[in-house]
């Protein structure tokens, strides 16, 4: 195992060895692999146009949105194939295709328990209209506890966007995930989230420095440490951090279902402080562990 500081150089000398080594690989059409191949199991490795696989781990940070923080504690994988990069002439810069994961898992969708459960969620006291408050303490100081925040996929896989250059030299958008947040407890039914198909969060994560609006201090992450496995042929950032405070959220909807979101989702609305602007809400990924392989060398393992 090679384990080095990322440096523009040595992500040259990177691409070169994995390309070099891909050429020895062999097309195979397993998809259960050991060892630490076994993270790439769900990588759609055999699908025409797939070049590489990845996959992130995420085991530490927080959500904020509007006024309400939910650490990260249980931790969310995001995995599947990254394809030739492409140009995108507006902003000068290359991306690379994503293709979904083989059991359509792209983004697990793990909870993630709210602090102080639906009493740390909905704080009735806190809401200064009347007529809602009333309507909170009718309806909420009932004893039911237990929310969780879970963050799943608002558009297809293919919407998500992927630029190694700037995971490694931590400059401009890394990851660009589309997502939305289901809120989940008995009382608020199955459907209620902030956020949509439709009117998703866009969270354009850096590893280096964020560009939120004025009045809004800028966050910085990290690539980490670059480890080398299996000859080279699988790198990983170890340790990396990925941010963005520069997004914006829509209001909750659907929650408690048909007729009765017309009261909860104000609640929620208003006690958790959305819609909220751009500069008022932060994605923090920290603990990251970013694998990559190119998907031949996957094939033949």
Known sequence: MIRKRITRRSLGLLVVAMTSLGALGF??????????????????????????????????????????????????????????????????????????????????????????????LVNCKEISNFIVRLGCEAVFENHLTGVNATLELAKPASSIIVNEEHLAFEEGTALQLPVKVHLENPFLGSGCYIGSSSNPLIWNLTTG????????????????????????????????????????????????????ELILDPIINASVGVPSAAGKNVANQEKTRISFALASEVNAH
Do not use: M
């Open 27 to 120: 097309a195979s059409a397993a998809s259960a692999h050991t060892g630490l191949w076994a993270r790439f199991n769900q990588c759609p490795s055999t699908t025409k146009g797939v070049e590489k696989c990845v996959q992130s781990i995420t085991s530490g940070g927080e959500v904020v949105l509007g006024n309400k923080t939910v650490p990260i504690v249980n931790p969310v994988t995001l995995q599947g194939g990254l394809g030739e990069p492409v140009l995108n002439a507006k902003e000068e810069t290359y991306y690379e295709a994503f293709y979904g994961a083989s059991n359509g898992e792209t983004l697990s969708k793990t909870p993630q328990p709210v602090p102080g459960g639906l009493t740390g």
């Open 209 to 260: 420095k964020t560009h939120p609006p004025a009045g809004t201090e800028p966050l910085t992450g990290t690539t980490g440490v670059l480890e080398l496995f299996e000859k080279a042929q699988v790198a990983v950032f170890e340790g990396a951090k990925l941010v963005d405070n520069g997004w914006s959220a829509p209001g909750a909807s659907g929650c408690g279902g048909f007729g009765v």
